[in-house]
């Protein structure tokens, strides 16, 4: 087989999203693979041309304020489309016209959502990485559960096997908010989609779970679906002195990540819940906040924007979390208990899957406050059952390399 030629399309303000494409196309790279990575801009696309891949920015940029909309869209803070049908149609004619130049053999969508009718106009296979949950074979086997975000007085009066039974049978089925994605569709002559879960249904949907957390058998997976198992980068930074020094004074070591998704009040909560608690915490703030905004910390705290996760992970006795597939991956990798609340739907079955592993709790999104924080570590803290757990995922974490499995799945798909 000559070497083929696959587009990477990223959506480089995330830096989970990011980071997982870039592990997969290296590895797609060492089985001798032509890369090029498009985005419609991002904060974090400097990590593509570091990992020295080629990078096309493509018209329309997607602006810091879309994005924020973006996010609270998907964590129900705002209602709404996430674009105009002029929007869509013109970041599809700008991929079609990148992919005519390129002629790769096929297309992975990560979060780009118009990948989907780039590759189809492009008469090219589509591969989208994915979380377990949140697919259409999730939902049918009834793992679902209803989403914290979406809670209220009138929801709390509801029976919960009620609510997780209409979310599993409601979600597949779910077609608002397509209208503007196939008017746009139709003018590239593509079939529309029936359900909003059609949008990120690829030719092969490769899984960054692991059944034995996500509670899904491989047997039960439809043809198209593949577990390839965790995705995460090691970032080529070293652990900073500070950190190292904060985690050697005596006592409890806390990593507090709320990845890219979180929200300035959410990090300000944790942090002032872990200041009382008195332990050695190091706190990666990303994008949500910079340093420099928190106040005076105390010689047993430490805040900073970017951390290599896994390192940081493996020095920690607890880590606080926001539920996204890189702050859970990276804890299961280092062994560390959890301590978690999810901010949208799949942040809580991330932490669900861990609670029922046995090697964390989530802590529901209207009870997120200091004092149930503090009451949350001190409870994980005080149990060595949580690390015991913890360590048996990392044992069943570390036997798989998810990127190169991934690669694997793309070579045989395309060949």
């Given amino acids: ?88 149609v013109a970041q599809v004619d700008a991929e079609l016209g990148a992919l005519q130049k390129f002629e790769p053999d096929a297309a992975y969508g990560g979060m780009n959502l118009p990948s989907t009718i780039t590759a189809k106009a492009a008469h090219i296979p589509l591969i989208y990485l994915l979380p377990a949950p949140g697919t259409p074979p999730y939902f049918s086997h009834n793992l679902a559960k209803f989403p914290d975000q979406y809670e209220n007085a009138f929801t709390r009066l509801i029976p919960q096997a009620w609510k997780d039974k209409a979310v599993n049978w409601i979600m597949p089925r779910l077609s608002v908010g397509t209208g503007r994605f196939n008017k746009a569709a139709k003018k590239f002559n593509i079939p529309p989609v029936k359900t909003l879960l059609d949008i990120v249904d690829g030719d092969l949907n490769l899984l960054t779970d692991i059944p034995e957390l996500s509670g899904l058998p491989a047997e039960a997976l439809p043809d198209n679906y593949r577990y390839v198992g965790h995705i995460f980068a090691h970032l080529p930074m070293p652990v900073p002195e500070e950190v190292k020094r904060i985690f050697s004074r005596d006592g409890l070591n806390i990593f507090c990540a709320m990845g890219s998704s979180g929200t300035p009040e959410q990090l300000r909560s944790a942090i002032a819940a872990l200041r009382e608690l008195g332990h050695n915490t190091v706190i990666a703030t990303t994008t949500i906040l910079d340093p420099a905004e928190l106040e005076s910390l105390p010689e047993n705290i430490y805040a900073t924007r970017y951390l290599p996760a896994p390192e940081v992970n493996e020095m920690a006795d607890i880590a606080l979390i926001h539920g996204g597939q890189g702050t859970v991956q990276t804890a299961c990798w280092a062994g560390t208990p959890v301590v978690g609340v999810g901010f949208q739907f799949e942040q809580d079955a991330n932490l669900d899957t861990l609670a029922q592993a046995g090697m964390g709790v989530r802590i529901p999104l209207k009870e997120y406050a200091k004092e149930r924080i503090q009451a949350e570590v001190t409870r994980v803290a005080g149990n060595p059952s949580y690390t015991e757990n913890a360590k048996r995922i990392q044992s069943i974490v570390r036997k798989m390399n998810g990127a190169e499995n991934a690669a694997d799945e793309i070579f045989k798909f395309i060949a």
């Fill in 1 to 88: 087989m000559t070497s083929p030629r696959i587009a990477f399309f990223a959506y480089a303000h995330n830096l989970a999203e990011v980071t997982r494409a870039i592990e997969v196309a290296k590895a797609c790279r060492a089985q001798r693979a032509e890369i090029r990575f498009f985005t419609h801009g991002g904060t974090h696309e400097h990590l593509i041309t570091e990992a020295d891949f080629h990078l096309s920015t493509l018209q329309p940029l997607i602006t810091p304020e879309k994005h924020k909309f973006l996010i609270d869209l998907d964590q129900g803070r705002a209602l709404g489309q996430p674009f105009s049908v002029s929007e869509w």
